[in-house]
């Protein structure tokens, strides 16, 4: 009987341990990109390993179900190509600064909308039972989602996929110095010439003014209208949602990004997709084994397909290609492809990361994407960046600057200029070497990036948002924050105490040199 007991209170405490270490997370990614998505769920698949319940709201069902993943997938997803054409894309050379900005919130309304009009995101809002300890939220141009964290009343937490934004950086409570950080879009380093701290100023302000009283605004609007009823109370706006963020997780690195003011809320967590190399499936693995010369690995990420590529261009790098003494790989997603030369060897899929790890790899022919860059970087593999939008350009940029890399113009792509571009981050030894280091550099953590990101997740549960993580800036009002009171009052001051005494004795000596009273009776009885 007594043993029975004890058994009974054994199991009771451990079911109580546990259940105080298992939490219920609200995640979600309603951005449509694939990229995005296999980033995210990184993260995703490491908070399952720790025993959480994850509902996960995403636009890409799990190719790896979870007793513990329950799934709300956005149906159908948002067609971006029919919004954004790829024919477009491809021609595209250059876009202003501010039509990118402005291009973002428009994407960002559009999926937005289109996210919280689906039925399974709709029975969330308006689930009446339903609990929650924490929701996760991209941070990217979904603010109407942060309602999610007022509806369950819990903490939020965001994954920066892009890296870190001026407006991260306020919600944090840090205001950013925009006289060594670049704005978001800009490839600048933190030495600045005048003119460069002249547009950078000028794209941020246009950035945070327009971002504040215009695409909030219209964030706003849509949370009201798809939340409104649904939550208790008056719905808060979608700035203030933006200020209660506990914790954002940011796609930077202290290796290749720049050092900037940060708050403790803001954690640096890139590389955190980058695994060990697994083990290769055989004809590739056996591929690169023989290729003695080494291997060329050519990708173009995962929105952007190889088939999509105009013919002409798909026929001249073929052309290259052929001419290469090395073996080559390319990410190409069809099954067949007129004219392949007898060194390319196509596949619709690629485990990227594993065949990056490859020693026979030499070089990796890239669009520049955020996420290939970092493997590139992590794996030591000197790049020829072939950028076509977004980030891609700033990556390149920041790429060649570190002298691992090369980068081409896809609209003036040649045969010759290929080869030529190949052939030379192959044989000059400077590349790899630049490569390496920048490895090492990148390879340094005290702990691996995603460990660090599901700590920091655990955290923000264990103490209930955690609010010491972030600066009382967050809330000040900006003339409090840039003691533009303070000056005010000092100017007030001086003028008092100064100007004022001052100006009042000036008269009153000139009016006693004049002859004082009598005279200027005088005076006003003559001219009357
Ligand atoms: C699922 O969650 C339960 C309780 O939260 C936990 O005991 C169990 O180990 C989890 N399953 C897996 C496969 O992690
Ligand atoms: C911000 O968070 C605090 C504490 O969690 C909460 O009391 C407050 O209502 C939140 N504000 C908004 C606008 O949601
Ligand atoms: C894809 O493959 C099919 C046949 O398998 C072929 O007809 C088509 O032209 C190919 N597309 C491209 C872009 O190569």
């Known amino acids: 009987m007594e043993m029975k007991q004890l058994q009974l209170m054994f199991l009771l405490l451990i079911g109580l341990t546990s259940l105080g270490s298992a939490y219920r997370i609200l995640f979600m990614g309603p951005f449509p990109a694939p990229s995005h998505w296999l980033w995210l769920e990184h993260f995703q698949r490491d908070l399952l390993r720790q025993g959480h319940q994850v509902t996960s709201v995403n636009n890409h069902p799990t190719k790896q179900p979870h007793e513990n993943l329950t799934e709300v997938i956005i149906s159908p997803s948002f067609d971006i190509p029919k919004h954004f054409p790829k024919k477009n894309i491809f021609s595209m050379n250059f876009v202003s600064d501010f039509n990118n900005l402005e291009m973002w ?30 929701v996760i939220l991209e941070q990217f141009f979904h603010e109407a989602f942060l309602m999610f964290g007022k509806k369950f009343n819990c903490p939020v937490v965001t994954i920066g996929t892009m890296g870190y934004a001026d407006n991260i950086d306020h919600a944090m409570g840090v205001l950013t110095p925009w006289s060594v950080i670049p704005h978001l879009l800009l490839s600048h380093t933190d030495r600045m010439t005048f003119s460069q701290r002249a547009y950078n100023a000028y794209l941020s302000l246009y950035d945070a003014v327009m971002r504040r009283w215009v695409y909030l605004p219209k964030m706003q609007k849509m949370a009201e209208k798809y939340f409104g009823g649904a939550i208790n109370g008056p719905l808060p706006h979608v700035h203030d949602l933006e200020r209660n963020i506990s914790l954002v997780l940011i796609n930077a690195h202290r290796s290749v990004d720049l050092p900037r003011p940060s708050m403790p809320g803001q954690i640096d967590v890139g590389g955190a997709h980058i695994q060990p190399a697994k083990k290769l499936p055989a004809d590739l693995q056996s591929f690169l084994d023989k290729a003695t010369n080494g291997v060329v690995y050519f990708s173009l990420g995962s929105y952007m397909k190889s088939t999509d590529l105009p013919p002409e261009k798909t026929s001249l790098i073929l052309k290259a290609f052929g001419q290469l003494k090395q073996q080559v790989i390319w990410k190409f997603e069809n099954d067949s492809i007129s004219d392949l030369p007898s060194n390319v060897m196509i596949r619709k899929w690629m485990p990227q990361n594993d065949i990056l790890a490859h020693p026979n790899v030499k070089l990796f022919i890239t669009h520049g994407g955020i996420f290939g860059t970092q493997e590139g970087i992590y794996w030591g593999v000197p790049m020829l960046c072939i950028p076509l939008y977004g980030d891609q350009h700033r990556n390149s940029i920041k790429s060649v600057r570190e002298g691992y890399a090369r980068s081409l113009v896809f609209s003036k792509l040649t045969t ?27 390879r340094d953590n005290p702990i691996h990036p995603l460990k660090e990101a599901t700590f920091w997740i655990e955290y923000i549960i264990r103490h209930r948002g955690a609010r010491h993580l972030k600066s009382q800036g967050a809330f000040l009002p900006l003339h409090q924050y840039l003691l533009l009171d303070i000056l005010g009052c000092l100017l007030l001051g001086a003028f008092l105490t100064i100007w004022l005494p001052w100006t009042m004795v000036r008269r009153a000596h000139k009016w006693w040199l004049r002859g004082g009273t009598a005279d200027k009776l005088n005076d006003s009885k003559k001219r009357l």
């Not at 999926?111 to 009009?117: C, D």
């Not at 052939?423 to 280091?437: G, H, T, V």
């Open 105 to 134: 919130w428009t994407i960002g309304l559009l999926t937005t909308e289109h996210a919280l009009r689906d039925r399974g995101v709709k029975k969330l809002i308006e689930s009446q039972d339903d609990h929650y300890d924490l």
């Open 416 to 442: 010759d200029g290929l080869v030529r571009n190949i052939e030379a981050l192959i044989s000059d030894p400077q590349y790899k070497r630049s490569a390496l280091e920048v490895s090492q550099r990148f």
